[in-house]
T-cell receptor, first 115, second 117 residues
Framework: EAGVTQSPTHLIKTRGQQATLRCSPI?????VYWYQQALGLGLQFLLW???????NRGNFPPRFSGRQFPNYSSELNVNALELEDSALYLC??????????????FGPGTRLTVL | AQSVTQLGSHVSVSEGALVLLRCNYS??????LFWYVQYPNQGLQLLLK??????LVKGINGFEAEFKKSETSFHLTKPSAHMSDAAEYFC???????????????FGKGTRLSVIA
């Protein structure tokens, strides 16, 4: 079974530009989560999508946005890039179990570098 | 609000020695607890998870963790360290969320494990 995939692996942008990151969940998973892993800040929750809708949002400015497509894949957009947006962006997917534990499985990440 | 504290940002052990990585959590409801491992330049791999079925949880690669409600702890152990265990380990917590899955994971800051030959 294929795991969570993310593209691109690396992305280099300059300050002020926009970045688009993509994620394909495990087959059958309907929930997609985005996390940012920045140096010194640890892993922080960004966005959660389930069944095409945004379920929850972390403490990030509105220039971080995304969407989930009918095939449950997801896109993270970061507008007006700032130097501190440089980080590893991790996508995770889950079955969205209505009861009990709902395990998140992670992709390999996209390394975004803002110059 | 949920939070996770991992004691020790860096732990160093000798090959063959016991590995003990500490995790304490706070949560307003009985939580779900996870340990993930991250190898250099890779994503997170699930090691094990606590789902209230059993307090002692066995995971992959010989790791296990014990849930202790009275101590609000979920420490990760492995009897004998191997060189391949060198990585970053993250403890995480989530809660049930309105019958639509679980809340996003809240992570500890991670513990880097070094294994000395």
């Amino acid at each position: 079974e294929a795991g969570v995939t993310q593209s691109p692996t690396h992305l280099i942008k300059t300050r002020g530009q926009q970045a688009t990151l993509r994620c394909s969940p495990i087959s059958g998973h309907t929930s997609v989560y985005w996390y940012q892993q920045a140096l010194g800040l640890g892993l922080q929750f960004l966005l959660w999508y389930d069944e095409g809708e945004e379920r929850n949002r972390g403490n990030f400015p509105p220039r971080f946005s995304g969407r989930q497509f009918p095939n449950y894949s997801s896109e993270l957009n970061v507008n007006a890039l700032e130097l501190e947006d440089s980080a590893l962006y991790l996508c995770a997917s889950s079955l969205a179990q209505r009861q009990g534990v709902d395990t998140q499985y992670f992709g390999p990440g996209t390394r975004l570098t803002v110059l | 609000a949920q939070s996770v504290t991992q004691l020790g940002s860096h732990v160093s052990v000798s090959e063959g020695a016991l590995v003990l990585l500490r995790c304490n959590y706070s949560s307003s409801v009985p939580p779900y607890l996870f340990w993930y491992v991250q190898y250099p330049n890779q994503g997170l791999q699930l090691l094990l998870k606590y789902t209230s079925a059993a307090t002692l949880v066995k995971g992959i690669n010989g790791f296990e963790a014990e849930f202790k409600k009275s101590e609000t702890s979920f420490h990760l152990t492995k009897p004998s360290a191997h060189m391949s265990d060198a990585a970053e380990y993250f403890c995480a917590v989530s809660d049930p969320f309105r019958n639509s899955g679980n809340t996003p994971l809240v992570f500890g800051k991670g513990t880097r494990l070094s294994v000395i030959a």
